[in-house]
Protein backbone atom coordinates (compact mmCIF):
# COMPACT_ATOMS: atom_id res chain seq x y z
CA UNK A 1 0.00 0.00 0.00
CA UNK A 2 0.94 3.41 -1.19
CA UNK A 3 0.19 6.73 1.01
CA UNK A 4 -2.14 9.17 -1.37
CA UNK A 5 0.42 11.85 -0.93
CA UNK A 6 3.55 9.49 -1.59
CA UNK A 7 6.00 11.02 -3.84
CA UNK A 8 6.39 7.32 -5.14
CA UNK A 9 2.91 6.32 -6.03
CA UNK A 10 3.25 7.85 -9.58
CA UNK A 11 6.23 5.87 -10.16
CA UNK A 12 4.56 2.59 -8.83
CA UNK A 13 1.95 3.60 -10.61
CA UNK A 14 3.59 3.79 -14.04
CA UNK A 15 5.39 0.39 -13.58
CA UNK A 16 2.38 -1.40 -11.98
CA UNK A 17 -0.26 -0.28 -14.27
CA UNK A 18 1.10 -1.89 -17.41
CA UNK A 19 1.29 -5.23 -15.76
CA UNK A 20 -2.06 -5.46 -14.88
CA UNK A 21 -3.30 -3.17 -18.00
CA UNK A 22 -1.25 -5.98 -19.80
CA UNK A 23 -3.04 -8.89 -18.47
CA UNK A 24 0.17 -10.88 -17.72
CA UNK A 25 -1.63 -13.37 -14.51
CA UNK A 26 -4.85 -13.22 -17.12
CA UNK A 27 -2.73 -14.60 -19.82
CA UNK A 28 -0.86 -17.29 -17.68
CA UNK A 29 -4.17 -18.62 -16.07
CA UNK A 30 -5.47 -18.90 -19.61
CA UNK A 31 -2.92 -20.90 -21.38
CA UNK A 32 -2.98 -23.48 -18.15
CA UNK A 33 -6.78 -23.71 -18.97
CA UNK A 34 -6.07 -24.22 -23.02
CA UNK A 35 -3.36 -27.34 -21.67
CA UNK A 36 -5.51 -28.92 -20.05
CA UNK A 37 -8.27 -28.92 -22.28
CA UNK A 38 -5.75 -29.96 -24.96
CA UNK A 39 -4.78 -32.61 -22.42
CA UNK A 40 -8.39 -34.17 -21.95
CA UNK A 41 -9.33 -34.14 -25.37
CA UNK A 42 -6.26 -36.52 -25.72
CA UNK A 43 -8.05 -38.54 -23.13
CA UNK A 44 -5.32 -38.06 -20.49
CA UNK A 45 -6.45 -37.37 -17.41
CA UNK A 46 -6.88 -33.56 -16.18
CA UNK A 47 -5.97 -31.91 -12.75
CA UNK A 48 -9.07 -31.95 -11.45
CA UNK A 49 -9.36 -35.96 -12.16
CA UNK A 50 -5.41 -36.40 -10.53
CA UNK A 51 -3.33 -34.76 -7.30
CA UNK A 52 -0.69 -33.41 -8.92
CA UNK A 53 2.50 -31.66 -7.34
CA UNK A 54 2.32 -27.71 -7.75
CA UNK A 55 5.28 -26.73 -9.90
CA UNK A 56 7.05 -23.54 -10.20
CA UNK A 57 5.35 -22.90 -13.95
CA UNK A 58 1.96 -22.84 -11.88
CA UNK A 59 3.32 -19.97 -9.56
CA UNK A 60 5.19 -18.13 -12.41
CA UNK A 61 2.42 -14.93 -12.42
CA UNK A 62 2.49 -15.32 -8.13
CA UNK A 63 6.76 -15.28 -8.05
CA UNK A 64 6.82 -12.65 -10.61
CA UNK A 65 4.78 -9.78 -8.86
CA UNK A 66 6.66 -11.21 -5.63
CA UNK A 67 9.94 -10.37 -6.91
CA UNK A 68 8.13 -7.33 -7.92
CA UNK A 69 7.26 -6.48 -4.48
CA UNK A 70 10.65 -6.97 -3.06
CA UNK A 71 12.63 -4.70 -6.03
CA UNK A 72 9.98 -1.84 -5.17
CA UNK A 73 10.40 -2.35 -1.43
CA UNK A 74 14.20 -2.10 -1.46
CA UNK A 75 13.80 0.88 -4.35
CA UNK A 76 11.81 2.51 -1.82
CA UNK A 77 13.93 2.00 1.37
CA UNK A 78 17.22 2.79 -0.23
CA UNK A 79 15.70 5.87 -1.50
CA UNK A 80 14.23 6.83 1.49
CA UNK A 81 18.10 6.44 3.34
CA UNK A 82 19.41 8.49 0.71
CA UNK A 83 16.24 11.40 1.04
CA UNK A 84 17.08 11.34 5.23
CA UNK A 85 21.14 11.97 4.23
Not at 12 to 32: A, K, L, R
Not at 39 to 65: F, H, I, M, N, W
Amino acid sequence: MVRKRSPFFEFINDIVGPIVEGGSFVHTVEMDIDEEKLESKLGSPTSADTYCAVSVRQLQAALCLLMLGYVLAVVCFVTEIMWQC
